[in-house]
């Protein structure tokens, strides 16, 4: 014969007012872990209270109620309340939503704190992805997401760029199928098809570590630490429609520009723009390439300009410069280090003596003027750098440092 099903009954919730709660000691959590009170405390001040307070009846000695109920489950939630009422943003009467355990129960009020904590279970990562994902699209801004659940803006930002992968390696990801580690690696590339078709190579490969997705997705990119990239400059490159893709997990020395072809025409422009600077002082055959070959100096001779001189003005702001720095390093010199702000303005002050020292350099008329076009390497200087072909001279400038010349 079939045993009839027991009737299950559960526990009855009802208000009762902060005041007559205390915490029990039967609560198993004595350890501090995830979110602070402090935090929970100004989240439920925002959202007001999500989970109700788990509370037995306090007995006196002869087994009598008192009024009082004591909180073995929802401690970290009755601190957080304190926390409210203490800062005056809690009345002391407030109503608290409970549910009433019976102080006779067999079951032991450490037993419900035990249970409340550990069949508790804890939010997949993709979930929490996915819900910042839908916060965003409702119209919530990173930075108020971040506000709202006690994170930097730039978690809410990794977080959302984790969500926006390739379905199908989320759905990879949701099924243990690949790290996390691994799935952060795919958001460097948002190309959707190119992320599908690297995981499609690695997945059965012996090597699909992290670095070697990022390696696959970046192959047909230009870091940002290319002297090309350098020479043009990022925001150059972006300016002109180019796209920078970016690793928000891990240092990438500026990220990777996607368009090569786009970079070589903003650096042929650029070195174009130059050397029509420089054929203004009368040289007469500038070339310019990214390149130099070997031997690309053999039988020229080195031509040597002076800098121009300083007016009276740079050398008066040079020496009051100087001046001061001097007199900072005598008064900070016992000192192991320097003070902080210090430190700054002696930086301050050798930026500035350097941009004095750095003059433009005066060539001699003659050679800039008389000497015909003969030879020259083919190819200029290396990247950053222009390179003018005379005669049997070559003049090397350095886009960053002061230039020099040489002449055969």
């Not at 804890?122 to 916060?135: E, G, S």
């Not at 809410?156 to 996390?180: H, I």
């Amino acid at each position: 014969m079939a045993k009839a099903a027991q009737n299950i009954t559960l526990s009855p919730s009802r208000d009762i007012p902060f005041d007559k709660l205390v915490l029990s000691q039967s609560n198993v959590r004595r350890i501090k872990a995830g979110v602070s009170v402090e935090e929970l405390a100004e989240d439920i001040a925002r959202r007001g209270l999500l989970q109700s307070l788990n509370v037995r009846s306090v007995l006196d000695a002869d087994g009598v109620e008192t009024g009082m109920f004591e909180v073995p489950a929802g401690g970290r939630r009755f601190q957080a309340l304190s926390m409210l009422v203490k800062q005056k943003r809690l009345a002391k009467t407030a109503p608290i939503p409970c549910i009433v355990r019976d102080a006779a129960s067999e079951i032991l009020a450490e037993d419900d704190s035990l249970a409340e904590n550990m069949q508790r279970v804890a939010l997949h990562p993709l979930d929490q992805f996915r819900a910042f994902q839908a916060l965003r699209e409702k119209g919530q801004g990173e930075e108020a997401i971040a506000a709202a659940f006690f994170v930097t803006p730039q978690i809410v930002k990794q977080r959302l760029k984790l969500a926006s992968v390739a379905p199908a390696l989320l759905d990879v990801y949701a099924e243990d199928g690949m790290t996390l580690e691994q799935l952060m690696a795919f958001t460097v590339n948002p190309d959707h098809a190119r992320q599908e078709q690297v995981w499609d190579a690695v997945k059965n490969s012996w090597n699909k570590e992290p670095y070697a997705i990022r390696r696959m997705l970046t192959e047909t990119s230009v870091r940002a630490s290319d002297r090309r990239a350098v020479f043009v400059g990022v925001d150059a490159f972006e300016a002109a429609g180019g796209v920078v893709l970016r690793d928000l997990f891990q240092g990438d020395d500026g990220g990777w520009l996607e368009d090569p072809a786009l970079l070589d025409r903003l650096v042929a422009e650029k070195l174009q723009v130059e050397a029509e600077a420089l054929a203004s002082e009368g040289w007469k055959w500038i070339e310019v390439a990214t390149d130099l070959p070997y031997g690309y100096s053999h039988g020229l001779r080195r031509l040597a300009g002076d800098p121009a001189p300083l007016t009276d003005e740079d050398s008066a702001a040079h020496a009051s410069l100087l001046a001061e720095y001097r007199a900072l390093e005598e008064e900070y010199s016992g000192q192991d280090e320097y003070p902080e702000e210090i430190d700054a303005r002696l930086g301050q002050l050798e930026m500035a003596m350097e941009a004095l020292e750095q003059r433009p350099l005066i060539y001699d008329p003659a050679e800039v003027c008389q000497r015909r076009s003969k030879i020259g390497p083919r190819g200029g200087a290396k990247l950053g750098h222009f390179g003018f072909v005379r005669d049997a001279c070559y003049v090397r400038r350095p886009v960053m440092r002061a230039p020099h010349l040489a002449c055969g």
